[in-house]
């Protein structure tokens, strides 16, 4: 029973992380078309799955987060939310330079790094400094 659970778990991740890369792409659309609600909804995933490092985890991903970020803060524009587009869009400013962060960036930044970190070290390839000889003593 737990085998077939473990199964159904990862299949359910694969679904979800599947689903999540379109969103992104959901987003533009809805501000595109002006769908405000709905690109509001489909913004606030996206920051939420940001805020748990399941989406832009790299820093090579930092440019999408940034143009996420801008395209919620329109979408929180135009659904009478000013101050929350604000901060999404400060928040966008400060991950294009990041010199210029506080602790959110920072936060940001312990994240990312902790994924190439992680990345890093699955490439890492474990090999003996010298193999035993055979009859030496």
């Known amino acids: 029973m737990l085998p077939r659970l473990l199964l159904l778990s990862a299949a359910l991740s694969a679904a979800r992380a599947s689903a999540q890369a379109d969103w992104p792409a959901q987003l533009a659309i809805d501000v595109d078309t002006q769908s405000w609600d709905a690109a509001a909804r489909v913004g606030a995933a996206l920051v939420d799955e940001i805020r748990f490092g399941r989406m832009f985890p790299r820093f090579s991903d930092v440019p999408a987060e940034i143009r996420t970020r801008n395209l919620y803060a329109d979408a929180l524009d135009h659904t009478g939310n000013p101050g929350e ?40 390839i474990r090999e003996p400094a010298a193999f035993p000889r055979s009859g030496s003593a």
Do not use: F
Not at 86 to 108: K, N, V
Not at 114 to 124: F, I, M, P
């Open 85 to 124: 587009a604000r901060r999404q869009r400060s928040i966008a400013r400060l991950l294009a330079d990041p010199s210029t962060g506080g602790p959110a960036i920072d936060a940001e930044t312990a994240r990312r790094l902790d994924r190439l970190k992680a990345d890093l070290l699955a490439t890492e």
